[in-house]
Structures are given as C-alpha cells and as structure tokens.
C-alpha cells in the first residue's frame, strides 16, 4: 500500500494513500463499525450516543456533535480505518468530536478532509490519520491520565479525553491556550485542562502521567517529561537527528524506570520552543 508522508501537529501534517486502497473497505466492515460501542467519555458520563450518523443526536452533548456526522464518519472509514488503525476507542472518538468545532469559519467546507488545516499563529489543525495514530500508539484506558504538549486548537486534546480520565495540555502561545481552553468549555470537555506555558517542563503538580503526547520536534526529549512519564507508561512525541531528519519517537518507561525508545513513523513537525532550544 503506497503512502507519501509529508507530517507535522501544530504545524503541518499529510498522508496520502491512493484512492484505490482508501476505497477498498467492505460493507461489512462499515456495518461493524457502526455497531461499535459509543466512546468511553460518553459512557462515563451516562450518555446515549447513537453510533449511526443517521441516527438519533447524542443526547445531553452540544449540538456541534450532531453536524456532520456523516462526514465524520466517512473521514474514519475512508482516512483512518483504513489504513490501519484498530483501537475501537480510538475510531469511536475519531467519529465523536466534531473536528469542524476547531477550525475557521473560512476552513469549515474542508473540515473533514484527508489534511492539515491553518489556525491561529501559522499553526495547524493536524491531518485526522496523524491524530488517531498517535492516540493509539499511547494505548489509553479510561483510567489514564494524560499530559500533552502543544495544545494547538484543542482537537487532539479532545480525542484523548473521549477515552482517558483527565487530559493536561499545555500550549506556549498564551492566546491559543486561551482559545483552546473557551472552545473546549463550550463542547463540555469538563475533563481536559489547559494552561499557558513552556511544556518542556511538563505540568509536575499533577503528574506522574499514564501517557504524555508532544506536537513539536526538538533535537532532545526533556528530562521533566521523562520524569513525569509513570513507570509502564508510553510517551510519543517527534524528534530530529543531526541530519534534520525527524521521527515520531515512541517512549516506554519500565517498571524499574527504564526508558526505551523506538522510531515509529518519518514525519515533518514544527520545532519546539521555549526552554529545549537553549544548547
């Protein structure tokens, strides 16, 4: 299967795959994914979600989950599912939030479409494929916290709360924390958190973290993320070699504290500010 990978979060993102393989997904396995459980925050919350995007709104949630359900669900189908992804709870969430809540007005007919789209501050909303892929590489469970550094709009922040118990999310740029923040408070995302900062430092008082999520490259992983990161727990975030080349990096800590990493997926993010460019 042929993919051209052209990445970033908060800054750019783009797989292509050709159009045959992105059609090759069975009726039967578009009957399946309607019937899968609806997403864990719901359930939490006592919530009675329909999986159908012809079928009843979900109850008791904004009205931005409502619209354009179908295009959601067909952007799961044809960009996630796919090629590859299988998590359910991650093609569950993928279906639940409403991507078109995190982008300009000028860029709401392209909402679901198979790329990145510009927010504030020539940064972007990530490609749909790049979200899922690195939600589901940190293996969430409803019991999880998470940490994540780059809060950007706020949509990834979003699909880590459709599975996990808290989500920490802390933005550099003070008024995309501040946007972030209102647009995640209007959709009722009671359970994610947003503060201005340099998250090299992570966000101690509330840590250690089951899973830590970063959407910029540095040359290094902070040690204060590392340190944060519970033993047993998974950390993904991209980072360049001396070549400028740049990896999404997958972090495992063991239970004695042992850091092993492991190079996932060639990608293409912006840098990382702040603290990790002092030498």
């Not at 992105?22 to 899968?36: I, T």
């Not at 969430?140 to 989500?167: F, H, M, W």
């Not at 009671?190 to 540095?218: L, Q």
């Not at 980072?239 to 060639?266: C, F, M, N």
């Amino acid at each position: 299967m042929p993919w051209l990978f052209l990445i970033g979060l908060s800054g750019w993102a783009l797989v292509v795959m050709n159009d045959e393989s992105a059609r090759q997904v069975s009726s039967d396995r578009r009957a399946a994914a309607l019937r899968e459980s609806r997403p864990l925050a719901a359930r939490r919350a006592g919530i009675n979600e329909s999986n159908s995007p012809q079928g009843p709104p979900p109850a008791k949630r904004p009205a931005a989950f409502d619209r354009r359900r179908t295009e959601r669900f067909q952007m799961v189908d044809l960009q996630i599912e796919s090629r590859g992804i299988k998590d359910p709870n991650v093609l569950q969430a993928m279906r639940s939030v409403p991507r078109h809540a995190f982008v300009a007005s000028r860029f709401q007919a392209e909402a679901y479409e198979d790329r990145p789209l510009p927010i504030e501050h020539q940064q972007t909303i990530s490609q749909p494929y790049i979200v899922a892929f690195m939600t589901e590489a940190l293996a969430l469970d409803p019991n999880d916290r998470v940490l994540e550094i780059g809060t950007g709009s706020g949509y990834q922040a979003a699909v880590c709360a459709e599975i996990a118990k808290e989500v920490y999310t802390i933005e550099i740029i003070e008024s995309l924390a501040r946007s972030a923040a209102a647009r995640l408070e209007t959709l009722e995302y009671r359970n994610v958190h947003v503060k201005a900062g340099d998250g090299y430092f992570g966000w101690p008082e509330h840590g250690p973290f089951d899973a830590i999520i970063g959407t910029a490259a540095a040359g290094r992983i902070p040690q204060p993320l590392l340190d944060q990161l519970k033993p047993k727990g998974r950390m993904i975030l991209p980072q360049e070699d001396r070549r400028g080349y740049q990896y999404l990096v997958l972090v495992t800590k063991d239970a004695d504290g042992s850091i092993h990493k492991r190079e996932v997926l060639p990608v293409r993010f912006v840098p990382m500010t702040g603290e990790v460019e002092r030498p």
